[in-house]
């Protein structure tokens, strides 16, 4: 969905340690620029709607995403953005940011419900 107005960002904590451990400079430029256009529409053509984990509790208005970019070669350079969206609110959480190397498909549900979770208890 997109909108006149821009959807504020909300890093939670995992975000900004999984961002550390990834931080590059061709990372952050990269991400700065995908984190622009998700902030004007966060159905961004390179990102998908993902499942929620099994036995979360996303509530109705939330949304669950992952997007994917390239910033490097090899498994190290695939980079997964995972976040949820609140389009009556205009919001965006930060989940979690980690490249295909760390994770094939996807972090673990259990993993994910408490990311989840957390940021959903700092709304």
């Not at 997109?2 to 590059?24: I, V």
């Not at 159905?43 to 993902?50: D, I, L, N, V």
């Not at 036995?55 to 953005?81: E, M, T």
């Amino acid at each position: 969905m997109t909108g006149s107005n821009p959807y504020s960002l909300e890093e939670t904590r995992k975000f900004q340690r999984s961002f550390k451990k990834l931080a590059t400079p061709a990372l952050k430029a990269q991400l700065a620029q995908y984190l622009k256009e998700i902030t004007l529409n966060p159905e961004h053509p390179k990102a998908e709607r993902e499942p929620q984990p099994r036995r979360a509790a996303i509530p109705d208005g939330w949304a669950f995403y992952k997007l994917r970019f390239q910033v490097g070669k090899g498994a190290s350079g695939q980079i997964r953005l995972m976040y949820l969206v609140n389009d009556a609110t205009l919001r965006i959480k930060l989940l979690w940011i980690y490249s295909h190397e760390q994770f094939a498909k996807r972090p673990a549900d259990d993993d994910l419900i408490d990311v989840i979770q957390a940021a959903l208890e700092d709304s």
